[in-house]
């Protein structure tokens, strides 16, 4: 069975700091973009970041940019999302998706077709 698995949520306090975990099963993410999105109650759901298949191109929503920090581990197939000076307005459910290409051209707006079921955020003041 082809899935996404996300780990690494919880409760933290504003200013704090926590790093999210996207690991496949049944394939490899190595291949392919991989982007995080996060859904709040009420809102829109909202991209995060992503990161392209050779890790040259990575992309940032306005609202994270020089807090949050996309990566990748190739030798364990596993992206990373480190979220740093975290607020209440970062709270949500965040998940990860591959996308069907290399690239995060458009990453917004791009069809995905595997994603994971989401892990939960939660920023306390």
């Known amino acids: 069975q082809l899935q996404l698995v996300e780990s690494g949520g919880g409760l933290v306090q504003v200013g704090g700091s926590l790093r999210l975990s996207c690991a496949a099963s049944g394939f490899t993410l190595d291949y392919v973009a991989v982007g995080w999105f996060r859904q709040a109650p009420g809102k829109e759901r909202e991209g995060v970041s992503c990161?392209?298949?050779?890790?040259?191109?990575?992309d940032y929503a306005d609202s994270v940019k020089g807090r949050f920090t996309i990566s990748r581990d190739y030798t364990k197939s596993t992206v990373y999302l480190q979220m740093n000076s975290l607020k209440p307005e970062d709270t949500g459910v965040y998940f990860c998706v591959a996308f069907p290409g290399s690239s995060c051209d458009q990453w917004k707006g791009k069809f995905f077709e595997y994603r994971g079921r989401g892990t939960q955020v939660t920023v306390s003041s």
């Open positions: 990161i392209s298949r050779t890790s040259d191109s990575t």
